[in-house]
Structure formats: C-alpha cells, structure tokens
C-alpha cells in the first residue's frame, strides 16, 4: 500500500495484527462531507458513519478468508511461556451467519491458561468493532474533538454501553469501552480502542487498538495491537496476542 489514505502505519513495538482485506464501496457524497466537516455535528458524523458500517458490514457477508489467531503468555522473565494457535478458513450464509472450519488447532499454554474456540471467538469479537445503526443504539457517544491519527485528521468521541451486560459465562456478546475515531474525509471508522465488558470472572480481555484500512472507498479493520497484563485466576499474566485476516476472496 502507497497511497496515505491506503495506509496507516503504526509503530514496531506493535503486537497484534489483525488483517481484514474485504472490496466494497460505499461512497458519502462530496456535499455531504463538505457539509459535516464545516458544521462539525458530533450527531451527523455518527450517523454518517454508521450507514457506512452498515454497508460494510453487509460486504463482508460476500466474502471468505483465512483466520490466523496466536496468543502467547509471556513469563516475568519476558520470555514466552507459551502459546496458543489456531488456522481456520471463515464463511458466511446469505443470511449472515457466520461460519469457521478450523484447520489447525494447538496449544502449549501453561496449563491454568485454557483457551479454546469459544473463547479465542469472544477474545477476537470486540476487535471487529463496527459501527452501524444498531450500534448507536447499544451505545453512549461523547464527542471529544478533533485528534489525529497518524496524517488523518478524525471526529473523536468515547464510548460506553448502555445495554444490560449479559453473563459472560453465557453469552458470547462483547461491548466496547474506549474510544473511536471517525475520518473527517470518509466518515468512516478509522480506528477502535479500549477494552471488551463484560469481563468473565477471574478473566479479562486485553486492552487494545483496532487501526482500520482504506480499500475500495471504505475502511475495514486492518491491524490490531494487544499486550496487557491480564488477570488468569488467582495471578496476573502478561498476554499477547495476535489475529491476521487474509485471503479473502468473493464466494460465488
């Protein structure tokens, strides 16, 4: 990638990428950036953005690909204790429901660390933040300001749910805590952050950074960082881990 808006490049120390490659093209009329930008309404830029999510997260239903997930628990010496691994190809019905046939599943984690495909699903699910209409209900937005990410300059706003936390022992459903950042070109989601309530006992999801893409007109989660310490029982872990979407291609 070699334009600026096909690019974000983040910094070495990163360590977690998640790759998501899906060709759409939802495109906000000139006027109507033009429009947003001059009156900066927090309301309008979230409801633009969230037609786009919802036009992206529709495209994404035509797709599949290849999911690479590692997580690594790392010892206080800094060393990797151990590690988990899973290499799986995702689908989708025309209904939208998703699919995943693993392909390659181990582990080495240490043995009060268990991770299987349930919960490496729930790991991963508020990575894929996506804000559509539904989300706006789901959640309370506070406009910050303007930011900067990298050479893109972005709507910032916090947010919170609203909804009554499920039982995560129960339920597979994830909501962010954090922050967003929506291009004031685009108007569209650029980048993700914080972290996944409710927390499983004893459990908690690393903090993280989502840094989305641009491709064909839209942008999609591109690359996601994770390196937290991290609550496994009766003593913190550090953990890091890594997800890389790829391959995807059109299903006939």
């Not at 759409?24 to 927090?42: H, M, V, W, Y």
């Not at 729930?122 to 209900?137: A, H």
């Not at 300059?153 to 950042?181: H, I, Q």
């Amino acid at each position: 990638m070699s334009s600026l808006r096909s690019e974000i490049r983040l910094s070495p120390a990163v360590s977690l990428t998640f790759l998501i490659l899906v060709n759409s093209s939802p495109i906000i009329p000139a006027a109507t950036r033009s429009g947003l930008e001059q009156k900066q309404d927090p309301a309008a830029v979230l409801a633009a953005a969230a037609e786009s999510g919802k036009r992206v997260s529709a495209a994404l239903r035509n797709y599949t690909c290849y999911a690479e997930l590692t997580i690594e628990t790392v010892s206080q010496a800094d060393t990797v204790s151990g590690k988990y691994y899973r290499f799986s190809q995702i689908s989708y019905t025309p209904d939208g429901t998703r699919h995943e046939r693993v392909l390659e599943d181990k582990s080495t984690l240490p043995k009060e660390v268990h991770i299987g495909t349930t919960s490496a699903n729930n790991l991963t699910r508020i990575y894929q933040f996506m804000l559509t209409p539904d989300t706006l209900g789901q959640y309370e937005f506070n406009y910050v300001g303007r930011e900067r990410i990298d050479e893109l300059n972005c709507f910032a706003f916090d947010v919170r749910p609203t909804v009554k936390m499920p039982d995560p022992a129960r339920s597979p459903e994830r909501y962010l805590k954090g922050r967003v950042w929506i291009d004031d070109q685009d108007l569209q989601l650029v980048k993700a952050a914080g972290e996944a309530l409710p927390e499983q006992t004893a459990h908690r999801t690393p903090r993280f950074e989502t840094y989305f893409q641009n491709y064909a007109d839209c942008w999609f989660p591109a690359y996601t960082s994770a390196d937290d310490g991290v609550r496994v029982g009766d003593r913190f872990a550090r953990v890091i881990v890594k997800v890389r979407f790829t391959g995807y291609t059109k299903a006939r």
